[in-house]
């Protein structure tokens, strides 16, 4: 099965082929929707996208221009969201560039394909940094290596350092770029990621293997590990077990797949090469 002339790579599709080609394959060329639960706990599961996503909304309101408190006094009911909020304010847009875009999409190509980010906020002082903020709601900071090695990590910074130019007045040096993960759920705590030259080579290289061996692929084996299929809605359609636990579901991973399935194309700033 053939990738369709609009098809468009996100960190999504890719992380999803990095995890379990059969995955991508289900999702991505098929299209198909598979009614299995990702959790044991689906009522729970549900409360907590749906918070994650109020939380990412409220942001994106504050940046457009809504006043804080304006927004704050729609927290009331809500402890666990009212204190991300007040750390995000706090300590997640200290320092950071004036020039301040929510929900901003961006698309480049690679190999002949569309590859596309949607940031939560882009900040950029032009002729100066440029900062990617990905507001994180999970309680448990990953490891820096993991975070480093992340399709997200990699496909943003690529794809801001590539077509960033027209929002930033000129190309972007990668040396300028930096992404920060915030954890509101941790504290604030912040994990950053420069990039340079060398770091972006390196990176078309990867992420070019990786769309031609997709476009290339006469199959899409299931993966061998079988820890990738916990939380996989399509786990029963591949006869790999039962539903993970709630408490052991990552909600960063679910935030990002919401992001990728959210995609407005009418709001991709494209650049032409
Ligand atoms: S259940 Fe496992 S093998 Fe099947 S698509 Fe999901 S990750 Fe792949």
């Known amino acids: 099965m053939k990738l369709s002339a609009d098809f468009a790579f996100t960190q999504g599709s890719l992380g999803d082929y990095a995890d379990c080609p059969r995955r991508f394959e289900l999702r991505y060329l098929r299209r198909m929707r598979y009614p299995a639960l990702e959790v044991r706990q689906a009522l729970d599961y549900e409360a907590r996208i749906r918070k994650g996503q109020r939380f990412h909304k409220l942001l994106q ?9 304006l927004l704050a006094r729609s927290l009331a009911d ?13 300590k997640g847009l200290d320092g950071l560039p004036r020039e301040r ?6 698309e480049s190509s690679l190999a002949g394909q569309r590859l596309l980010a949607k940031y939560d906020l882009l900040a950029l002082e ?14 448990r900071l990953p490891l820096r290596k993991a975070l480093a090695n992340r399709m997200q990590t990699v496909v943003y910074r690529y794809v801001l350092a590539s077509a960033g130019a027209q929002i930033y007045g000129g190309p972007i040096p990668p040396e300028r770029i930096r992404m ?6 941790a504290g604030g705590a912040r994990l950053s990621f420069p990039y340079s030259a060398a770091q972006m080579e390196a990176d078309e290289t990867r992420l070019t293997d990786m769309v031609g061996a997709i476009d290339a692929a006469a199959e899409f084996p ?17 006869d790999r077990g039962e539903a993970g636990d709630f408490n052991d579901f990552d909600f960063d991973d679910a935030e990002e797949d919401e992001d990728a399935l959210a995609l407005d194309f ?3 700033a494209e650049i032409e090469f």
């Open 180 to 185: 920060d993960y915030v954890y509101v759920a």
């Open 222 to 238: 299931l993966t061998e590990d079988e820890r990738r299929c916990r939380f996989c809605n399509y786990r029963s359609y591949c």
């Open 78 to 90: 809500d402890d666990e969201l009212r204190a991300w909020w007040e750390i995000a304010l706090s």
């Open 101 to 106: 875009r929510a929900e901003t999409t961006l």
């Open 266 to 268: 009418d709001q991709i």
């Open 61 to 69: 309101q504050h940046l457009l221009g809504v006043p804080a408190d």
């Open 126 to 139: 032009p002729g100066g940094e440029a900062v990617i903020i990905d507001w994180k709601t999970g309680a």
